[in-house]
């Protein structure tokens, strides 16, 4: 059975860091691909970033590009989110979410899309 769970959110003051992880179970990371998706109160849910680690691609939305980082660590099968120079814009819950379809759901192309297995959320804050 396929289960993600996150970690690592918290309150942050604008322009600081915090890294999110996401531990897996019930699969290896070279099977699936791993995203990060976000949703802010009022807003629609967003893909942030994805990774497929069989062949090490990540994917994420512009508004992150330069700041945020995802990397796997096979050895804990947990897939980690750095987030780097956070705005306001980046509070929402964040979700760690994955998919078998990995050449689609993390594809080529750079796009992030659909994925069935969802953790329950992580919240990130960011107030000064």
């Known amino acids: 059975q396929v289960q993600v769970v996150e970690s690592g959110g918290g309150l942050v003051q604008p322009g600081g860091s915090l890294r999110l992880s996401c531990t897996a179970s019930?699969?290896?990371?070279?099977?699936?691909?791993i995203a990060w998706f976000r949703q802010a109160p009022g807003k629609e849910r967003e893909g942030v970033s994805c990774?497929?680690?069989?062949?090490?691609?990540?994917n994420y939305v512009d508004s992150v590009k330069g700041r945020f980082t995802i990397s796997g660590d096979s050895d804990r099968n947990t897939v980690h989110l750095q987030m780097n120079g956070l705005q306001p814009g980046d509070a929402g819950l964040y979700y760690c979410?994955?998919?078998?379809?990995?050449?689609?759901?993390?594809?080529?192309?750079?796009?992030?899309?659909?994925?069935?297995?969802w953790g329950q959320g992580t919240q990130v804050n960011v107030s000064s």
């Open positions: 979410a994955a998919n078998w379809n990995k050449y689609y759901a993390c594809s080529d192309d750079g796009r992030i899309r659909s994925y069935d297995y």
């Open positions: 019930g699969f290896n990371l070279e099977d699936l691909a």
């Open positions: 990774l497929r680690y069989i062949d090490n691609t990540r």
